[in-house]
């Protein structure tokens, strides 16, 4: 599917051809793609980080771009 028959169907679904809809669809569905982004993890955006454990320390460090955590291994 091309980005103008995404565009046509959105239109023919939606039954909406007025102006301003039409001309804010680009936005709309950049809105949509980044709104995917976010809520799916892909692996492509996955990292695998080893960290050390200090004794009296209750709190592990995170990487400077850590986003949110996958999983989590404590090996002794």
């Given at each position: ?7 046509s169907l959105i239109q023919n679904y939606l039954e909406n ?43 592990l460090s995170t990487p400077s771009d850590f986003l949110d ?8």
């Amino acid at each position: 599917m091309t980005y103008s028959e995404l565009k046509s169907l959105i239109q023919n679904y939606l039954e909406n051809s007025e102006t301003t809809f039409v001309n804010d669809l680009p936005q709309i569905i950049k809105q949509a793609e980044e709104r995917i982004l976010k809520s799916v993890k892909l692996p492509n955006f996955r990292k695998n980080v080893q960290g050390n454990l200090t004794a009296g320390n209750q709190y592990l460090s995170t990487p400077s771009d850590f986003l949110d955590n996958f999983s989590l291994s404590v090996i002794s």
